[in-house]
């Protein structure tokens, strides 16, 4: 009996230890996870930004137009998803030089610096800049 007693004595505390060595550690993890999601919805909502981008280039119709639509169409796609970044777009409008009945696309190129503060964890870089293109066939039958 004197023997069980003295060993429920050795190990008063180890709860607290425990949990001053777990609870950072789980939350360091979740915060992982969090900012991984972030990540990743980041990058699917630039490349569908560059999507919708081709998509405006290619039903321009001009090549000036094309370059403007390009722009609007992905700060449009942009502001829909709730991504706050100032979009660099760059569209590939050389596929209007072809001749009507030539097949040709129409590229578009969006970089942006996304903001990841509010999930700062050790290690993680305060913004993340990704760059996504992404191409859309012009009309091959178009008039100009």
Excluded: W
């Excluded at 980041?42 to 639509?69: L, V, Y």
């Excluded at 169409?73 to 030089?97: I, K, M, Y």
Aim: hydrophobic fraction near 40%; include cysteine.
């Amino acid at each position: 009996m004197m023997r069980r007693r003295a060993r429920v004595g050795r190990e008063r505390g180890s709860e607290a230890i425990e949990a001053a060595i777990g609870v950072p550690a789980f939350m360091l993890f979740i915060a992982l996870i969090i900012s991984a999601g972030r990540v990743a919805i980041a990058h699917q909502g630039i490349e569908s930004a560059a999507a919708e981008a081709a998509r405006s280039a290619s039903i321009a119709r001009t090549q000036a137009q094309a370059q403007t639509d390009a722009y609007a169409g992905a700060e449009r796609s942009l502001a829909d998803q709730g991504l706050q970044c100032n979009p660099q777009v760059a569209a590939d409008t050389t596929g209007f030089a072809t001749p009507p009945g030539t097949p040709a696309t129409v590229s578009a190129t969006v970089t942006c610096s996304v903001n990841l503060r509010d999930v700062a964890m050790p290690g993680m870089p305060g913004t993340i800049t990704i760059t996504k293109t992404m191409s859309s066939p012009l009309d091959t039958y178009r008039e100009h």
